[in-house]
């Protein structure tokens, strides 16, 4: 039957648009066709009138039938009533929609569109789920809930960011993100209208649409332009809401903000702002009604009025203004606080202090100005009233104050209250006000500068958050008042609901064309409806003769009068079909609006479309003294909206100069009034809104008592019919409102089809069949290009088709089912019988064979038993007759034994005591005999002490004898050493001769040589491969020398400690001498003269004996020189057969290497170094000296003369030159070094030099070595070219000349180290002289020291005592002397050796880099030279862990670090392979003590590991570099000073720590780059996963996708759809744990430790629940059991996979909430279960818990949820003891992420183990030591 669809105005089927509704048979579920004779059976849920619900839900009691006067219903409340319906049966009451639409996101994907359809929606969702936004096509309906909701957080707009309008819940940020995707993808204006009545939320919906644009324009965290947008709000608020009686912060002003956006890299940033505000409700200054306020920034004012003492402010009950509504205060606000807030924006916005201070007393001076009383005047003499005049006293105190506020005369102000000016022609007229008329005036007055205050605060605002830089487009968001009527309707309600007249015709266009729109392009055809259109409306009030004309031409007459107005306007407007005239009198009219009827008062109109003010009283104003009151009177009414497309034209009228420029005053006659100013803005407001793409939020107040979550129906159904959303519900409806993909159409339909009709490769196809099959008319469907187009109720007709079969099919699954449950127990009964009478016989027969067996265990028993007990008692017999034979005889042989030992014990006494006499008697005898002797002896010492006490006195002639002789002495050492060089020169040459001649015999020998040279390279190559590999080997020997080193120091330090003691033995001695010296007697002094003498002697013997000696050596020296010259005389050019094995044996203190010597003369033996410090008598140096230096004249004499000799006869070869100079310059770079070492070995710069001189030492070896093989190789060459022809020679002359090339640059290079060794050498020779000089020092003090003690020894005996004090205090003066000497020395050497040391270390640096250069020139060179066979290797050295590297080489060993630290090469290297390098580098720089290098090689180590996360990387390239970060941190704790970490080291390891660096500070900055590598990497691998995790969790194959959004007209995509086997890729669920396979293959290979691994795995799983739970709680409709099935199974193989990875229980932690909420929506959701529910949801918050009870959809076999259940299950859940969070909050924050936890693991690595590999290229920059 079809009937009215329940439109309030509709009284047919053609009045509806032809949409009907049909009654369903619910017997057997036939579709009944929409005609007349269709008959309505009993049970169907149906709507009916109510008075007070407006509509109410009923039940058919009966069956309809045609032509039937009534229907019998039952209602809800229980109650029986007939409703009388036409005989046509055309006000049939409209149907119910079924329970699974019931509560949908989307009003138009009802099945049912009618308005009590549409009003149960809206209720069920706002009552009983608390969801307070729903969709209406385009429309998003916002419902005020009088409540604060968790809505608005920075996790919801992160939920919404990127998802379409209609994935998730509807939402204000849900349409904003719909406005800024299309900005983004389009680059288009759009513009966001918000509408409703007072107190219906607009401001707050265009707020949080503000919010939401400055976070995802700009970023989460305010940036200036997203602060200063949001802080304009506040500012607005202030100035423009005010509270009403129905709402406490209504804005009373419309307001259109632009937010400006530009366009960078394919982003939108939020730019800035630009505000335009219309029809500011200027009454409202000066008049309010009752329990209404005036503007929020006067009460804010006034409750600030402690800051502002100057303003004379008080309560504001005490102001006219004020006090009026007689509602000063507002339910939980504090306006003190919110005055805060205001000033703090307006700082924020770019208000300076002085601007804020100018504003508030211009408010105040408001607020003063109302209260100026105007009182009556009398005439003059007379008590009679003056009833044409009034009077204000000049002593009135407000108006002192609002002058001086001001700034302006108060008399002035006075005067023109007073009186008014009336211009003629020629002259003008003063005229006085009366008391009407005098605070008409002022209340103008206030209003008037409220307005231009209003619009100059508007203007800084714009200014601020509009820096002028060209905007590529914009969001425009339009508060705008909502359609009102009151009791008296004036001005101001005419003007807003004229402005949504105007706005609902263009949304009418807009949703119509979007309609067409839609069904075009699906290519369906459909009959054009009419729509409601209200142009006519609109011309009555904007055409010519309208009502805003005539009332615009009234106010240009002198004497025009609203009952004048209003005559014309029934004159006029009669012929509109939307006007009405009053029954009654002529001050009202009626305009028919489209939501309603409404009358206004035409009191007033004319004064307010004036908007009068007095000229004189705004010059009064023009000429205060503050700039603010100037600047804001001067302020045109333009329209800021459209001032940027064309200036405002000029006015006719006179020019006046006015605060200094010259602006353009309009006449009287052409001042726009501001009826025709609001049209204009108006215009272009909507020409802006046509011009972009609109979206709608229509605002609904739910009631006017402000109480939450109350409904009144009659109050929202009318509210609903204003804004258009019933409009919007009857355009669909008119068409095909039910749309469905047909993917998710053949998914939830494809059981109403049979087998043979589905086509899983033909989804449309197989729809079109199920369509075909249960819906015959072809008029009730449209098949799209991808989507089925519905009538209005037949999706609910396939729903109760679906469910019927459902029914049937599950009646004979249940059948199935029972029969296989029976058929299962019966079968396991008779199992069971089976098995007891199978174990029954068992336990029988078990009985009978244990009796058997015990009988026969009892028999062995027995036997065993009795042999037992026999064989007891036999040993024990036994044992006792061997015991008592035992006793037996020990007894016999211990008396045997004490017999014999007391004999031999008297024996041993007998010879002890005969000893005993015997020695007594001889040591009496000798005693005696030594007494006589030591008489005899004193007598003869005594003699002969006097005797050598006279000789004594003549060693002073001795010592002045000799005195003369050290100069002598100085000179002749002098005169020495250069005789040295001379010969060590000669000793030169003499080699240089020895090596011409072995070069030449090399030349002969390179014939034969030349011939194998071919044949031999490739041997040659394998061998300098092997050679390579032995140089490596000796690199790593460089270690094991420094270890020696190492040991030498610690002998040496041991023996320096000896020494020490030895001296203070010697100190002590000394003192012990001086104490003796004073109470000896004279024969001690004669008996040390004696001695003294005779060491004199010995010391002159034995210097003679030693410079014989020495003579005898230097005698053999040339003698040996000698017989080598004369055979190399002999033989200049006879072959001499040195080979490469005989070469290497040669001595390594070669005598022709006299660059070798110095003048320390170190080859000499250690008896001649010494003895120059080890004797004083100069009488032996006198004839050492004399010896040796004619002996080394005769040498230096002779050998010059065989020099030239030989060097006039010998001609050396190029070749010789370049080989023995290599030769020589080597030797001399190791003899010099060995020098340096030995000046160097006692000073504080030990430490670090020996390493150096180590490394130094084994590279001059080395470079030794391969000269020699040189040699070798140079002799076979020169061999066999002896053999070659001339012309062969010839050929090789451009070899020659290459060699001479190389030989030149080698030499100058060597030469070069040579000069600066001979520095260092100098500079420690004047240490060694200077160490000469403290030891002559020394010997001083001794003599001294020597003269006190002899001097006290000579004084007489009787004094010795008297001076004993005095000597005492000589010494100790003395000593202290010295001792501050010494400290004064010590500290300059101090600072002295810290220089050198900083010298010697560059110098060290240099010389080292020097050294490399010439080992890789030498390198170069090796390979073109034939290397001999016989090769010395040298010994195996032991690594130390180190790595070489130069400070300058930084940059380029990281960035090749980096860079080559691929992937794939990672894989194959140690785990942390370049954390090991890295600290291998920082040991070398520990030992060296180079501080700057350890903190540029962290610092910049640091520096480009930041660069890496912080730009776009692989996620391998973040593993990677976390895993090393790890281990660098680890080395540097395990290698460090701190016990807890060193512990476990070996011994070799506890030898490796760091000495000279404490690294703290670097340990914490590393460990801070691991944790901003790790929140990297995890931000990473969450942005992989996002787009998984949804369909991932909360779908799965067909489950999913067959409760998509049901019908959500083509917004809502199933979340499963991605994961559909159809569409590839396997099933999400599989692509997310393949995934998590991925990332932990990684970890593994790149050698990241399981626990860091598991707390990777850890934050993935609380991101997983974090996006799963949020899209489950943002989306109701999935919030059924199948979805708590899915996500258990899909839990179930995350979890499976986790324990497969033997990882921890705490990984799956995080996934408890998401856990809990599965078992929420399969759990059982009764009253009773309310404590199981609770125990259940341990890990879910009160709101979390809530929200998916009330978002839980029903199946169609549920009992429903009570509110009953809601309010126990609410109460229950507040007692828990929750932890302590936000549990308002039904989110989960995504971005939260857990802190990592860095864990000390010990790494047993050698790193003396770890090698260089060849493929990472850093051979060049780092070289293991």
Same mark, same amino acid.
């Given at each position: 039957?079809?009937?009215?669809?329940?439109?309030?105005?509709?009284?047919?089927?053609?009045?509806?648009?032809?949409?009907?509704?049909?009654?369903?048979?619910?017997?057997?579920?036939?579709?009944?066709?929409?005609?007349?004779?269709?008959?309505?059976?009993?049970?169907?849920?149906?709507?009916?009138?109510?008075?007070?619900?407006?509509?109410?839900?009923?039940?058919?009691?009966?069956?309809?039938?045609?032509?039937?006067?009534?229907?019998?219903?039952?209602?809800?409340?229980?109650?029986?009533?007939?409703?009388?319906?036409?005989?046509?049966?055309?006000?049939?009451?409209?149907?119910?929609?079924?329970?699974?639409?019931?509560?949908?996101?989307?009003?138009?994907?009802?099945?049912?569109?009618?308005?009590?359809?549409?009003?149960?929606?809206?209720?069920?969702?706002?009552?009983?789920?608390?969801?307070?936004?729903?969709?209406?096509?385009?429309?998003?309906?916002?419902?005020?809930?009088?409540?604060?909701?968790?809505?608005?957080?920075?996790?919801?707009?992160?939920?919404?960011?990127?998802?379409?309008?209609?994935?998730?819940?509807?939402?204000?940020?849900?349409?904003?993100?719909?406005?800024?995707?299309?900005?983004?993808?389009?680059?288009?204006?759009?513009?966001?209208?918000?509408?409703?009545?007072?107190?219906?939320?607009?401001?707050?919906?265009?707020?949080?649409?503000?919010?939401?644009?400055?976070?995802?324009?700009?970023?989460?965290?305010?940036?200036?332009?997203?602060?200063?947008? =949001?802080?304009?709000?506040?500012?607005?608020?202030?100035?423009?809401?005010?509270?009403?009686?129905?709402?406490?912060?209504?804005?009373?002003?419309?307001?259109?903000?632009?937010?400006?956006?530009?366009? *960078?890299?394919?982003?939108?940033?939020?730019?800035?702002?630009?505000?335009?505000?219309?029809?500011?409700?200027?009454?409202?200054?000066?008049?309010?009604?009752? @329990?209404?306020?005036?503007?929020?920034?006067?009460?804010?004012?006034?409750?600030?009025?402690?800051?502002?003492?100057?303003?004379?402010?008080?309560?504001?009950?005490?102001?006219?203004?004020?006090?009026?509504?007689?509602?000063?205060?507002?339910?939980?606000?504090?306006?003190?606080?919110?005055?805060?807030?205001?000033?703090?924006?307006?700082?924020? =916005?770019?208000?300076? $202090?002085?601007?804020?201070?100018?504003?508030?007393?211009?408010?105040?001076?408001?607020?003063?100005?109302?209260?100026?009383?105007?009182?009556?005047?009398?005439?003059?003499?007379?008590?009679?009233?003056?009833?044409?005049?009034?009077?204000?006293?000049?002593?009135?105190?407000?108006?002192?104050?609002?002058?001086?506020?001001?700034?302006?005369?108060?008399?002035?102000?006075?005067?023109?209250?007073?009186?008014?000016?009336?211009?003629?022609?020629?002259?003008?007229?003063?005229?006085?006000?009366?008391?009407?008329?005098?605070?008409?005036?002022?209340?103008?007055?206030?209003?008037?500068?409220?307005?231009?205050?209003?619009?100059?605060? &508007?203007?800084?605002?714009?200014?601020?958050?509009?820096?002028?830089?060209?905007?590529?487009?914009?969001?425009?968001?339009?508060?705008?008042?909502?359609?009102?009527?009151?009791?008296?309707?004036?001005?101001?309600?005419?003007?807003?609901?004229?402005?949504?007249?105007?706005?609902?015709?263009?949304?009418?266009?807009?949703?119509?064309?979007?309609?067409?729109?839609?069904?075009?392009?699906?290519?369906?055809?459909?009959?054009?409806?009419?729509?409601?259109?209200?142009?006519?409306?609109?011309?009555?009030?904007?055409?010519?003769?309208?009502?805003?004309?005539?009332?615009?031409?009234?106010?240009?007459?002198?004497?025009?009068?609203?009952?004048?107005?209003?005559?014309?306007?029934?004159?006029?407007?009669?012929?509109?079909?939307?006007?009405?005239?009053?029954?009654?009198?002529?001050?009202?009219?009626?305009?028919?609006?489209?939501?309603?009827?409404?009358?206004?008062?035409?009191?007033?109109?004319?004064?307010?479309?004036?908007?009068?003010?007095?000229?004189?009283?705004?010059?009064?104003?023009?000429?205060?003294?503050?700039?603010?009151?100037?600047?804001?009177?001067?302020?045109?009414?333009?329209?800021?909206?459209?001032?940027?497309?064309?200036?405002?034209?000029?006015?006719?009228?006179?020019?006046? $100069?006015?605060?200094?420029?010259?602006?353009?005053?309009?006449?009287?006659?052409?001042?726009?009034?501001?009826?025709?100013?609001?049209?204009?803005?108006?215009?272009?407001?909507?020409?802006?809104?046509?011009?972009?793409?609109?979206?709608?939020?229509?605002?609904?107040?739910?009631?006017?008592?402000? $109480?939450?979550?109350?409904?009144?129906?009659?109050?929202?159904?009318?509210?609903?019919?204003?804004?258009?959303?019933?409009?919007?519900?009857?355009?669909?409806?008119?068409?095909?409102?039910?749309?469905?993909?047909?993917?998710?159409?053949?998914?939830?339909?494809?059981?109403? +089809?049979?087998?043979?009709?589905?086509?899983?490769?033909?989804?449309?196809?197989?729809?079109?069949?199920? &369509?075909?099959?249960?819906?015959?008319?072809?008029?009730?469907?449209?098949?799209?290009?991808?989507?089925?187009?519905?009538?209005?109720?037949?999706?609910?007709? =396939?729903?109760?088709?679906?469910?019927?079969?459902?029914?049937?099919?599950?009646?004979?699954?249940?059948?199935?089912?029972?029969?296989?449950?029976?058929?299962?127990?019966?079968?396991?009964?008779?199992?069971?019988?089976?098995?007891?009478?199978?174990? +029954?016989?068992?336990?029988?027969?078990?009985?009978?064979?244990?009796?058997?067996?015990?009988?026969? +265990?009892?028999?062995?028993?027995?036997?065993?038993?009795?042999?037992?007990?026999?064989?007891?008692?036999?040993?024990?017999?036994?044992?006792?007759?061997?015991?008592?034979?035992?006793?037996?005889?020990?007894?016999?042989?211990?008396?045997?034994?004490?017999?014999?030992?007391?004999?031999?014990?008297?024996?041993?006494?007998?010879?002890?005591?005969?000893?005993?006499?015997?020695?007594?008697?001889?040591?009496?005898?000798?005693?005696?005999?030594?007494?006589?002797?030591?008489?005899?002896?004193?007598?003869?010492?005594?003699?002969?002490?006097?005797?050598?006490?006279?000789?004594?006195?003549?060693?002073?002639?001795?010592?002045?004898?000799?005195?003369?002789?050290?100069?002598?002495?100085?000179?002749?050492?002098?005169?020495?050493?250069?005789?040295?060089?001379?010969?060590?020169?000669?000793?030169?040459? %003499?080699?240089?001769?020895?090596?011409?001649?072995?070069?030449?015999? #090399?030349?002969?020998?390179?014939?034969?040589?030349?011939?194998?040279?071919?044949?031999?390279?490739?041997?040659?190559?394998?061998?300098?491969?092997?050679?390579?590999?032995?140089?490596?080997?000796?690199?790593?020997?460089?270690?094991?020398?420094?270890?020696?080193?190492?040991?030498?120091?610690?002998?040496?330090?041991?023996?320096?400690?000896?020494?020490?003691?030895?001296?203070?033995?010697?100190?002590?001695?000394?003192? *012990?001498?001086?104490?003796?010296?004073?109470?000896?007697?004279?024969?001690?002094?004669?008996?040390?003269?004696?001695?003294?003498?005779?060491?004199?002697?010995?010391?002159?013997?034995?210097?003679?004996?030693?410079?014989?000696?020495?003579?005898?050596?230097?005698?053999?020296?040339?003698?040996?020189?000698?017989?080598?010259?004369?055979?190399?005389?002999?033989?200049?050019?006879?072959?001499?057969?040195?080979?490469?094995?005989?070469?290497?044996?040669?001595?390594?203190?070669?005598? @022709?290497?006299?660059?070798?010597?110095?003048?320390?003369?170190?080859?000499?033996?250690?008896?001649?170094?010494?003895?120059?410090?080890?004797?004083?008598?100069?009488?032996?140096?006198?004839?050492?000296?004399?010896?040796?230096?004619?002996?080394?004249?005769?040498?230096?004499?002779?050998?010059?003369?065989?020099?030239?000799?030989?060097?006039?006869?010998?001609?050396?070869?190029?070749?010789?030159?370049?080989?023995?100079?290599?030769?020589?310059?080597?030797?001399?770079?190791?003899?010099?070094?060995?020098? =340096?070492? %030995?000046?160097?070995?006692?000073?504080?710069?030990?430490?670090?030099?020996?390493?150096?001189?180590?490394?130094?030492?084994?590279?001059?070896?080395?470079?030794?070595?391969?000269?020699?093989?040189?040699?070798?190789?140079?002799?076979?060459?020169?061999?066999?070219?002896?053999?070659?022809?001339?012309?062969?020679?010839?050929?090789?002359?451009?070899?020659?000349?290459?060699?001479?090339?190389?030989?030149?640059?080698?030499?100058?290079?060597?030469?070069?180290?040579?000069?600066?060794?001979?520095?260092?050498?100098?500079?420690?020779?004047?240490?060694?002289?200077?160490?000469?000089?403290?030891?002559?020092?020394?010997?001083?003090?001794?003599?001294?020291?020597?003269?006190?003690?002899?001097?006290?020894?000579?004084?007489?005996?009787?004094?010795?005592?008297?001076?004993?004090?005095?000597?005492?205090?000589?010494?100790?003066?003395?000593?202290?002397?010295?001792?501050?000497?010494?400290?004064?020395?010590?500290?300059?050497?101090?600072?002295?050796?810290?220089?050198?040391?900083?010298?010697?270390?560059?110098?060290?640096?240099?010389?080292?880099?020097?050294?490399?250069?010439?080992?890789?020139?030498?390198?170069?060179?090796?390979?073109?030279?034939?290397?001999?066979?016989?090769?010395?290797?040298?010994?195996?050295?032991?690594?130390?862990?180190?790595?070489?590297?130069?400070?300058?080489?930084?940059?380029?060993? #990281?960035?090749?670090?980096?860079?080559?630290?691929?992937?794939?090469?990672?894989?194959?290297?140690?785990?942390?392979?370049?954390?090991?390098?890295?600290?291998?580098?920082?040991?070398?720089?520990?030992?060296?003590?180079?501080?700057?290098?350890?903190?540029?090689?962290?610092?910049?180590?640091?520096?480009?590991?930041?660069?890496?996360?912080?730009?776009?990387?692989?996620?391998?390239?973040?593993?990677?570099?976390?895993?090393?970060?790890?281990?660098?941190?680890?080395?540097?704790?395990?290698?460090?000073?701190?016990?807890?970490?060193?512990?476990?080291?070996?011994?070799?390891?506890?030898?490796?720590?760091?000495?000279?660096?404490?690294?703290?500070?670097?340990?914490?900055?590393?460990?801070?780059?691991?944790?901003?590598?790790?929140?990297?990497?995890?931000?990473?691998?969450?942005?992989?996963?996002?787009?998984?995790?949804?369909?991932?969790?909360?779908?799965?194959?067909?489950?999913?996708?067959?409760?998509?959004?049901?019908?959500?007209?083509?917004?809502?995509?199933?979340?499963?759809?991605?994961?559909?086997?159809?569409?590839?890729?396997?099933?999400?669920?599989?692509?997310?744990?393949?995934?998590?396979?991925?990332?932990?293959?990684?970890?593994?290979?790149?050698?990241?430790?399981?626990?860091?691994?598991?707390?990777?795995?850890?934050?993935?799983?609380?991101?997983?629940?974090?996006?799963?739970?949020?899209?489950?709680?943002?989306?109701?409709?999935?919030?059924?059991?199948?979805?708590?099935?899915?996500?258990?199974?899909?839990?179930?193989?995350?979890?499976?996979?986790?324990?497969?990875?033997?990882?921890?229980?705490?990984?799956?932690?995080?996934? +408890?909430?998401?856990?809990? &909420?599965?078992?929420?929506?399969?759990?059982?959701?009764?009253?009773?279960?309310?404590?199981?529910?609770?125990?259940?949801?341990?890990?879910?918050?009160?709101?979390?818990?809530?929200?998916?009870?009330?978002?839980?959809?029903?199946?169609?076999?549920?009992?429903?949820?009570?509110?009953?259940?809601?309010?126990?299950?609410?109460?229950?859940?507040?007692?828990?003891?929750?932890?302590?969070?936000?549990?308002?909050?039904?989110?989960?924050?995504?971005?939260?992420?857990?802190?990592?936890?860095?864990?000390?693991?010990?790494?047993?690595?050698?790193?003396?183990?770890?090698?260089?590999?060849?493929?990472?290229?850093?051979?060049?920059?780092?070289?293991?030591?």
């Amino acid at each position: 039957m079809i009937y009215c669809c329940g439109c309030p105005t509709s009284a047919s089927l053609a009045d509806c648009g032809g949409v009907g509704v049909a009654l369903l048979d619910a017997s057997n579920g036939a579709n009944i066709k929409c005609t007349h004779s269709v008959i309505g059976v009993g049970g169907a849920k149906i709507w009916v009138p109510h008075t007070e619900q407006v509509w109410e839900s009923a039940t058919l009691e009966e069956s309809y039938r045609k032509g039937a006067g009534f229907l019998k219903i039952v209602t809800e409340s229980g109650s029986l009533r007939e409703v009388k319906l036409k005989a046509d049966g055309s006000d049939l009451p409209p149907l119910r929609n079924p329970a699974i639409l019931v509560g949908q996101n989307d009003l138009t994907t009802l099945s049912y569109l009618h308005e009590p359809g549409v009003l149960y929606n809206l209720r069920v969702r706002f009552c009983e789920r608390q969801i307070i936004y729903t969709y209406c096509g385009i429309i998003l309906v916002a419902i005020n809930p009088y409540a604060e909701m968790p809505l608005y957080g920075p996790s919801i707009i992160r939920a919404y960011r990127g998802h379409a309008m209609g994935d998730l819940e509807p939402h204000i940020f849900a349409l904003a993100e719909e406005a800024y995707t299309k900005l983004e993808r389009e680059n288009c204006n759009l513009s966001i209208i918000v509408s409703g009545e007072s107190g219906a939320g607009k401001t707050v919906s265009a707020k949080y649409a503000m919010r939401y644009f400055a976070a995802v324009g700009g970023s989460e965290s305010e940036t200036q332009v997203e602060r200063k947008v =949001l802080a304009s709000s506040p500012i607005m608020e202030a100035f423009g809401n005010a509270k009403t009686t129905r709402n406490d912060n209504s804005s009373r002003f419309g307001k259109f903000t632009k937010l400006l956006f530009r366009n *960078q890299m394919g982003v939108m940033y939020l730019q800035g702002a630009t505000m335009h505000t219309y029809l500011l409700e200027k009454s409202r200054v000066v008049y309010q009604a009752q @329990g209404e306020r005036n503007y929020h920034i006067f009460y804010q004012l006034c409750a600030a009025r402690a800051k502002y003492p100057e303003l004379v402010l008080d309560h504001q009950d005490k102001f006219q203004f004020l006090n009026m509504g007689g509602a000063p205060d507002i339910d939980r606000v504090s306006d003190a606080d919110q005055f805060n807030e205001t000033v703090q924006a307006m700082t924020v =916005l770019g208000f300076s $202090i002085n601007q804020i201070a100018d504003i508030v007393k211009i408010l105040a001076g408001i607020l003063h100005l109302g209260n100026i009383n105007v009182s009556k005047k009398y005439n003059e003499g007379t008590e009679e009233e003056d009833t044409d005049s009034c009077e204000i006293f000049p002593n009135d105190i407000h108006l002192q104050i609002t002058g001086d506020l001001l700034r302006l005369k108060a008399e002035d102000l006075r005067r023109w209250l007073l009186m008014r000016k009336i211009e003629s022609v020629n002259e003008y007229v003063l005229i006085p006000n009366s008391i009407e008329a005098a605070e008409a005036a002022r209340d103008a007055l206030a209003k008037h500068i409220y307005a231009k205050l209003f619009q100059y605060i &508007v203007g800084v605002l714009n200014k601020s958050l509009n820096n002028g830089s060209k905007q590529c487009s914009f969001i425009g968001v339009l508060d705008i008042y909502g359609f009102e009527t009151f009791e008296v309707n004036s001005f101001e309600q005419f003007c807003i609901n004229y402005a949504n007249e105007k706005l609902q015709q263009q949304f009418n266009q807009h949703v119509f064309k979007l309609e067409q729109e839609e069904y075009l392009k699906e290519g369906i055809t459909w009959t054009m409806i009419d729509f409601y259109d209200n142009q006519p409306c609109i011309d009555l009030i904007e055409s010519r003769l309208g009502v805003l004309d005539l009332l615009d031409e009234e106010c240009r007459m002198p004497r025009g009068s609203d009952e004048s107005w209003a005559g014309k306007l029934i004159g006029k407007c009669s012929k509109f079909p939307h006007f009405e005239k009053p029954r009654f009198g002529t001050t009202s009219f009626f305009i028919k609006h489209f939501s309603d009827t409404v009358e206004y008062d035409v009191n007033g109109f004319l004064e307010k479309n004036r908007d009068t003010v007095s000229k004189e009283l705004t010059q009064v104003l023009c000429e205060s003294n503050m700039q603010l009151v100037k600047q804001v009177m001067v302020l045109e009414e333009i329209d800021t909206l459209s001032v940027d497309s064309a200036k405002a034209s000029t006015l006719g009228g006179r020019v006046v $100069i006015s605060a200094g420029r010259k602006q353009v005053v309009p006449s009287k006659q052409h001042k726009k009034t501001v009826g025709s100013q609001f049209q204009e803005s108006l215009a272009s407001l909507i020409s802006t809104l046509h011009a972009t793409t609109p979206h709608y939020v229509r605002c609904i107040k739910p009631n006017d008592d402000k $109480i939450a979550f109350k409904w009144e129906t009659a109050k929202i159904i009318q509210q609903l019919r204003a804004c258009g959303v019933l409009e919007t519900v009857r355009i669909s409806a008119a068409g095909f409102p039910s749309r469905w993909l047909y993917l998710d159409f053949y998914m939830r339909y494809q059981l109403l +089809a049979h087998r043979s009709k589905i086509d899983k490769n033909d989804m449309k196809q197989s729809c079109r069949n199920i &369509v075909t099959k249960w819906i015959q008319d072809e008029d009730k469907y449209r098949f799209g290009n991808t989507q089925i187009f519905f009538r209005a109720g037949q999706v609910a007709f =396939l729903e109760q088709v679906r469910a019927n079969l459902r029914k049937k099919y599950i009646t004979v699954v249940q059948s199935v089912v029972r029969r296989f449950i029976h058929r299962r127990r019966f079968l396991r009964l008779q199992m069971v019988i089976s098995g007891i009478q199978r174990h +029954a016989r068992g336990f029988l027969a078990r009985q009978r064979v244990q009796k058997m067996r015990e009988d026969r +265990a009892a028999l062995i028993l027995s036997k065993y038993a009795k042999g037992w007990l026999c064989r007891r008692r036999y040993l024990r017999l036994r044992h006792s007759i061997s015991g008592i034979q035992t006793y037996a005889r020990g007894m016999m042989a211990r008396t045997k034994f004490h017999a014999m030992r007391d004999h031999y014990r008297a024996v041993q006494i007998q010879r002890f005591v005969r000893g005993v006499l015997a020695r007594r008697a001889y040591q009496k005898r000798r005693r005696d005999i030594i007494i006589c002797q030591a008489a005899v002896r004193r007598f003869l010492a005594r003699r002969k002490f006097r005797k050598m006490k006279t000789e004594a006195k003549t060693i002073s002639h001795m010592e002045k004898k000799y005195m003369g002789l050290e100069n002598k002495i100085i000179s002749m050492q002098q005169r020495i050493d250069e005789l040295n060089r001379d010969n060590s020169n000669l000793k030169h040459k %003499t080699s240089e001769i020895s090596v011409l001649k072995m070069k030449l015999e #090399l030349k002969k020998n390179l014939e034969g040589e030349f011939k194998n040279v071919k044949a031999a390279c490739q041997d040659k190559d394998k061998l300098i491969e092997a050679l390579n590999k032995q140089l490596e080997a000796e690199r790593d020997e460089k270690m094991q020398l420094l270890e020696e080193n190492g040991h030498a120091q610690e002998e040496w330090v041991s023996q320096k400690q000896q020494w020490l003691g030895e001296n203070e033995e010697l100190r002590r001695q000394i003192d *012990q001498m001086i104490e003796l010296a004073k109470n000896a007697e004279v024969s001690q002094r004669t008996q040390e003269d004696r001695m003294l003498a005779e060491i004199d002697n010995k010391e002159l013997n034995e210097a003679y004996q030693r410079a014989i000696k020495d003579k005898e050596v230097i005698e053999n020296e040339n003698f040996t020189l000698k017989e080598e010259l004369s055979r190399i005389t002999a033989g200049n050019f006879s072959l001499h057969g040195r080979t490469a094995s005989n070469a290497s044996s040669q001595n390594e203190e070669d005598v @022709g290497y006299a660059s070798a010597k110095n003048t320390l003369d170190i080859n000499r033996p250690p008896d001649l170094l010494n003895k120059n410090y080890s004797y004083t008598d100069c009488t032996s140096l006198v004839v050492k000296l004399r010896a040796i230096l004619e002996e080394e004249k005769q040498k230096h004499k002779y050998l010059q003369e065989q020099y030239l000799k030989l060097a006039s006869r010998n001609k050396p070869t190029e070749d010789s030159f370049r080989v023995s100079e290599l030769e020589v310059e080597n030797e001399k770079l190791r003899s010099e070094y060995d020098q =340096l070492r %030995t000046s160097i070995k006692h000073g504080v710069e030990i430490n670090e030099l020996n390493a150096q001189h180590a490394a130094l030492q084994e590279e001059v070896r080395r470079r030794r070595e391969e000269c020699i093989q040189l040699k070798a190789v140079l002799l076979q060459q020169s061999q066999s070219m002896r053999s070659l022809e001339p012309e062969s020679l010839q050929l090789r002359g451009n070899d020659v000349n290459e060699l001479m090339e190389a030989f030149h640059s080698q030499k100058l290079i060597n030469r070069q180290l040579e000069s600066e060794l001979k520095a260092i050498t100098e500079e420690h020779n004047s240490k060694l002289v200077e160490m000469t000089q403290d030891i002559e020092r020394l010997n001083n003090e001794k003599e001294e020291l020597q003269k006190v003690i002899f001097e006290s020894i000579d004084e007489p005996e009787e004094s010795a005592n008297m001076e004993a004090l005095r000597q005492n205090d000589r010494y100790l003066r003395r000593e202290l002397q010295k001792a501050v000497s010494q400290y004064l020395i010590v500290q300059e050497e101090l600072k002295l050796a810290n220089a050198k040391l900083k010298a010697y270390r560059q110098d060290g640096g240099q010389l080292e880099h020097k050294l490399e250069e010439e080992m890789i020139r030498n390198k170069a060179n090796g390979p073109t030279s034939d290397v001999g066979a016989n090769v010395t290797k040298q010994k195996s050295q032991n690594p130390q862990g180190l790595m070489k590297f130069h400070s300058s080489d930084l940059d380029k060993i #990281l960035q090749r670090l980096l860079n080559a630290l691929t992937p794939r090469t990672v894989v194959g290297l140690l785990p942390g392979f370049p954390a090991y390098l890295i600290f291998m580098c920082i040991r070398y720089t520990d030992l060296t003590n180079a501080d700057d290098d350890v903190r540029e090689l962290l610092s910049k180590f640091v520096i480009q590991v930041k660069k890496m996360h912080r730009t776009p990387h692989p996620i391998e390239n973040r593993v990677i570099w976390l895993v090393n970060s790890i281990t660098l941190l680890n080395l540097l704790k395990q290698y460090g000073d701190v016990e807890e970490y060193v512990q476990f080291n070996s011994e070799k390891q506890k030898q490796q720590q760091l000495k000279n660096f404490n690294l703290f500070e670097y340990r914490r900055v590393i460990l801070d780059l691991i944790v901003n590598l790790y929140q990297a990497l995890i931000m990473q691998i969450q942005g992989l996963l996002d787009a998984k995790i949804v369909p991932a969790i909360l779908s799965n194959d067909e489950i999913q996708r067959g409760r998509s959004a049901h019908g959500m007209r083509s917004r809502a995509t199933s979340i499963g759809a991605s994961s559909s086997p159809e569409h590839g890729g396997g099933p999400a669920w599989k692509q997310l744990i393949g995934q998590f396979e991925h990332f932990y293959k990684q970890f593994q290979h790149f050698g990241l430790d399981s626990c860091y691994a598991e707390q990777i795995f850890r934050q993935l799983l609380y991101f997983v629940c974090a996006v799963a739970l949020n899209y489950l709680m943002l989306r109701g409709d999935i919030c059924m059991w199948e979805t708590g099935m899915i996500i258990r199974y899909n839990l179930g193989c995350i979890e499976d996979w986790v324990r497969s990875k033997k990882m921890s229980n705490d990984v799956l932690l995080p996934l +408890a909430p998401l856990n809990q &909420v599965s078992q929420l929506l399969q759990s059982r959701k009764s009253e009773q279960d309310v404590q199981t529910i609770c125990d259940l949801c341990t890990s879910l918050s009160t709101a979390q818990v809530l929200k998916v009870m009330k978002s839980y959809k029903l199946d169609d076999y549920e009992s429903e949820i009570t509110n009953v259940f809601l309010d126990k299950l609410t109460k229950e859940l507040n007692a828990r003891q929750m932890p302590a969070s936000n549990s308002d909050e039904f989110t989960i924050d995504q971005k939260f992420i857990q802190p990592f936890k860095v864990v000390f693991r010990y790494s047993d690595i050698k790193l003396e183990d770890i090698d260089l590999p060849s493929h990472l290229n850093l051979d060049e920059f780092l070289e293991k030591i």
